[in-house]
């Protein structure tokens, strides 16, 4: 049987989400495939290496883990990407660095509870090089870049896809320069596009990426908005960085139970992860506040005849008005919920749980 090949990217920064990803992907693939596992390395320290190392090496499957180190200065050009840094574009290096025909990239911000070796043998349909799944947030072309859609002469309402998770044709990629007509575009466009490689991905590619179904790759925030905790998909945490700041809810309690199980003991005390306590707790407080103030600019604009500013305004002020109505139920269920997640016990029989390397990696971060 083919190897499962999977690839992700870190750096030191985002190690506890490298750790947890890479643990529950490896948890959940069936039978005894062989898995070369892939790690584009923006600054990971030999701690946390040796940690990834030893998490694998406790799996009864073959399990081959390699690190790659990767050069951030080729993106020299490009929009700075999220933590100041350019490591998010990362994974166009893919077709250049791998000597594979196809693989599964997964963002170091998921959980993953399915069977990636399902994604991972599936055909694409003809034409295309890319699967992955339509973006929950940012649902078109034209809401990253009008004027890239524009100048690419390409319709700014078409489908725009997230790249979190991707299963990626790394042989048709290097037959089309992939990654040089992606750093063309980069550079000749900083500061027009608003989700760096992800753009490039969508506006090259465009025809090209084959739609897969959202349980590939759930945004944390609609795992929220359920009213149970049912799994059984690739949870991305498009919104949050769950072991460095608290977005409350059972999408954090999930990352912070899985990641207790598996030896991380997510900092609650550090001060990123106060700061974030405190922007929520003033969210929550100012919500009534704002749905007043966005009400009244809404009429304002309509009574100076501004419908588009108008109804984007009302657009808004519905946001927080459901917020505050529903305050009361979504905090009962959120409660509910987060007890039963609480209560979850994840397979971690061949995960590092050692207390002092948590503490070890913890103090690294």
Known sequence: MTPLVIALASNERYVHGLYCA??????????????????????????????????????????????????????????????????????????????????????????????????????????????????????????????????????????????????????????????????ELLNSWNANYRFWDQSAINFLLHGQIDALPTYWNRASWQFDKQDNNQLDCVLHYTRSVPWLCESPGPAQALFEQFAAQAGLVVNRTSAEFKLSRRRWFWRTAMAPLRAAVFSLMSIFYKLSGCRKKAADYQSVARYWLSYVRHAASRQRMHRRRIVEIQKMRFDVTHYETTRNLAAENTAGI
């Open 22 to 183: 890479v643990a529950s992907a490896l948890g959940h693939i069936s039978g005894e495939r062989i898995v070369d596992l892939w790690v584009l390395d923006g600054g990971i320290s030999q701690a946390s290496r040796n940690m990834l190392g030893r998490l694998v090496t406790r799996f009864g499957r073959s399990v081959r883990l390699e690190f790659v180190p990767i050069d951030e200065s080729v993106f020299c050009g490009a929009t700075l990407g999220p933590g100041k840094s350019h490591m998010t574009y990362s994974r166009i290096l893919l077709p250049g660095l791998l000597d594979v025909p196809r693989l599964i990239y997964l963002d170091c911000d998921v959980l993953v509870f399915r069977d990636v070796s399902e994604l991972f043998d599936l055909e694409l349909s003809h034409g295309k090089v890319i699967a992955a799944v339509p973006d929950s947030e940012t649902l078109t072309l034209g809401d990253d870049s009008p004027a890239l859609a524009a100048a690419m002469k390409l319709p700014a309402g078409d489908i725009y896809f997230n790249a979190g998770v991707m299963l990626m044709n790394l042989d048709e990629l290097r037959k089309q320069f992939f990654f040089q007509h992606s750093i």
